[in-house]
């Protein structure tokens, strides 16, 4: 017994020292490799270091600031959120932000996704920004071309040589004849006043100036009762007074109004035709107030009318009246058009196009572009393959299909302008862009990002391809906390429904647009019901 103790402590005894030997080994040869490694050596390198020492020896970088997720001058020295929800964003020393390699505020969507979601993008451009104003009119008589003929004594037509109202005549052409006791009374004086003249030609200075006086006062009387030089000259060189007097038309034109009937006795000032000159009309348009200050006098403008459909007529803007229609929201414009055919009528319905713009090309973008909040506008900027960046813009004038940047971007930017929505789509872009990147591969030490779009089962109940709807029977949405329920959906990207069909199962995802409007981003068949998990 006591021979077997002692043999075991001699085999301890020397295990020990074997292995204080090994480690003086070991240690000798490890400063026998760095020396060589120091002096130049062929060495084979050591062995990597743990991640430990690696981790410990990386610098951190200083956390200066939070700034605004939109890119707004506001910035915060601890973490916050911001009217709408969203995180701001921490800034590192050296100007870096939590998505390093990326610009400020930019978000990330997978290329899978923006193929999926159609995310389309155009070139902010210089063009010349056009519009086009449309308004509903109706044609009217110029009055500078309309004419009354009113007799200013009082008298009897005894007999008319137009008698029809809407008879087209000529400048000069006879209307109707009268009777007037006055006139004859005038044309006597002026007769007698003419040759007592001629016979005082050869008597003293005083009374022949005296006979003239009265031959003059004669001659402004039937002046001013609109009688002819023509027939003042008959009537002196004749020396008889006429019964009855012809008045003539003062243009060409038609006959709008004919009061005059033969025999009837008329006042003075009376009005007993009304003719129009119809080689020009007047086309008044009603321009609603929010297009009113694109138009100016001056402006071309085409006319439809619904008689002629296949006809266009160029005209011009010549007057915006300065009284708005309360009852309407409308202001009248004036707009001149030739008639040499007499097409045109009075009262007839017109289709009023007016081309408005500067003719100076200034930076646009398409109108889709342009997600407005009702207190700022934004486009988003494509920086590369799936990499959006969001610009808060100043804009100016709008055409029916593009808008001018006055502020926040440069010609030659790629602007998103298909399917921004989806990415505006809650929490302002970060949060939403979140939501519809591929999820990350889950691991032990992997942290899955908080989503933002909403799942659920349902079946299609019906399927509105023109409206870009489809009505479904869901199941309960938890992160909504909805119970199952009938709804209609908005649809991302037209090609989400096809191949659907009212009672297809499916899987669906979906966001709020805005408040109240739910819209599918992603839609697959729903599996059989005993492999759902």
């Not at 691991?443 to 089962?457: F, M, N, Q």
């Amino acid at each position: 017994m006591t021979q077997e103790n002692g043999s075991g402590q001699g085999r301890l005894v020397a295990g020990i020292a074997i292995g204080l030997i090994a480690a003086l080994a070991a240690g000798g040869a490890g400063y026998w490799l760095g020396s060589q490694r120091g002096h130049g050596g062929d060495a084979a390198p050591a062995a990597a270091p743990a991640p430990a020492g690696e981790t410990a020896g990386k610098k951190e970088k200083k956390l200066l600031y939070y700034r605004n997720p939109m890119g707004l001058p506001d910035t915060s020295p601890v973490p916050k959120k911001d009217p709408m929800g969203m995180d701001y964003i921490p800034v590192y020393e050296g100007g870096e932000d939590a998505d390093e390699g990326s610009p400020a505020g930019s978000v990330k969507i997978s290329t899978e996704k923006v193929q999926k979601l159609g995310v389309k993008s155009e070139p902010a451009q210089l063009r010349v920004l056009s519009r086009t104003v449309r308004a509903a009119g109706r044609i009217e008589l110029d009055e500078r071309r309309l004419h009354v003929i009113s007799p200013k004594f009082e008298g009897y037509v005894e007999r008319l040589h137009v008698a029809v109202t809407g008879q087209p005549i000529g400048k000069g052409q006879p209307l109707f004849e009268v009777y007037s006791p006055e006139l004859v009374s005038a044309q006597r004086e002026y007769t007698i006043a003419m040759e007592g003249l001629a016979s005082l030609q050869a008597a003293g200075s005083t009374a022949e100036s005296g006979m003239r006086q009265l031959a003059d006062s004669a001659q402004r009387r039937l002046r001013n009762w609109d009688i002819s030089d023509g027939q003042l000259k008959a009537l002196a060189s004749s020396g008889e007074p006429k019964r009855t007097l012809t008045f003539h038309s003062p243009a060409a034109g038609i006959v709008t109004e004919k009061k005059a009937v033969q025999g009837m006795r008329f006042m003075p000032g009376e009005t007993l035709y009304q003719i129009a000159d119809l080689s020009s009309v007047w086309v008044i348009a009603d321009v609603f107030e929010q297009d009113i200050g694109q138009v100016r006098n001056g402006t071309k403008a085409s006319v439809r009318i619904n008689a002629y459909p296949e006809r266009s007529f160029a005209g011009r803007v010549t007057y915006v009246y300065p009284t708005l229609n309360a009852a309407t929201r409308t202001v009248p414009v004036r707009i001149e058009l030739a008639n040499p055919d007499g097409l045109l009528k009075p009262a007839m319905f017109a289709q009023v196009e007016v081309a408005t713009g500067e003719p100076k090309p200034v930076l646009t973008v398409p109108a889709s572009a342009v997600i407005d909040s009702g207190t700022r506008r934004v486009v988003l900027v494509r920086r590369g393959e799936g990499s959006f960046s969001p610009h808060e813009v100043k804009l100016g004038g709008r055409s029916d299909a593009h808008v001018e940047v006055l502020e926040g971007i440069a010609e030659g930017d790629e602007v998103v302008v298909s399917a921004n929505f989806l990415i505006d789509a809650e929490s302002n872009l970060k949060a939403a862009l979140g939501g519809l990147e591929s999820p990350p591969v889950a691991t032990s030490t992997a942290v899955l990002p908080k989503a933002v779009g909403h799942r659920a089962e349902g079946t299609v109940d019906s399927i509105d391809a023109a409206a870009g709807s489809l009505m479904l029977q869901h199941g309960p949405v938890p992160s909504l906390k909805w119970p199952a329920m009938t709804m209609e959906f908005k649809v991302a990207n037209p090609a989400l429904v096809q191949g659907l069909k009212p009672g297809s199962a499916i899987d669906f995802e979906f966001v709020e647009r805005q408040p109240g409007e739910w819209v599918v981003t992603r839609i697959t068949p729903a599996a059989p019901a005993g492999h759902r998990h």
